[in-house]
């Protein structure tokens, strides 16, 4: 298994545009990549500390392997959402590209609830 916690930042007044990109994405992930475990989309929400706003994208994905992280990275649904909506993001000094910050993690312990697992269009 690989898992990561990658971070974004979108740019001001882009948040509405955004979140139906990324749901776009999220569900392009869930229909195409099988060896994406988990692929969960949040937004930074008040009273976190140290704080966060709604501009904060943090993704926390799941795969069964390096191999798969790879081929999201480099697959069709990751690079389209990139081409398209990348202009979304506040990028790094000198770079074309969204900046982001990627933690891998490995697993300790956990779990993720059935109805967590579910792809949000599909929650009640």
């Known amino acids: 298994m ?3 916690v990658v971070t974004w930042y979108l740019k001001p007044g882009c948040l509405t545009e955004a ?3 990324l749901t776009k994405l999220a569900d392009a992930v869930f229909q ?9 989309v949040h937004s930074g929400a008040a009273g ?24 999201h990275v480099n697959g069709p649904a990751f690079q389209g959402f990139l081409k398209q ?5 506040i990028s790094a000094p ?3 590209g969204p900046f982001f910050l990627v ?22």
């Open 32 to 40: 195409n990549e099988q060896d994406t475990w988990g692929y969960l």
């Open 103 to 124: 933690q891998n993690m490995d697993r300790i312990e956990g779990f993720v609830r059935p109805m967590a697992a579910e792809p949000t269009s599909t929650q009640n």
């Open 94 to 96: 000198g770079s074309k």
């Open 19 to 21: 979140e139906a990109a």
């Open 48 to 71: 976190s500390v140290p704080p966060s706003t709604p501009d904060t994208i943090v993704f926390v994905e799941i795969y069964k392997d390096q191999a798969a992280f790879m081929a």
């Open 85 to 89: 909506y990348g202009d979304l993001f």
């Open 2 to 4: 690989y898992s990561a």
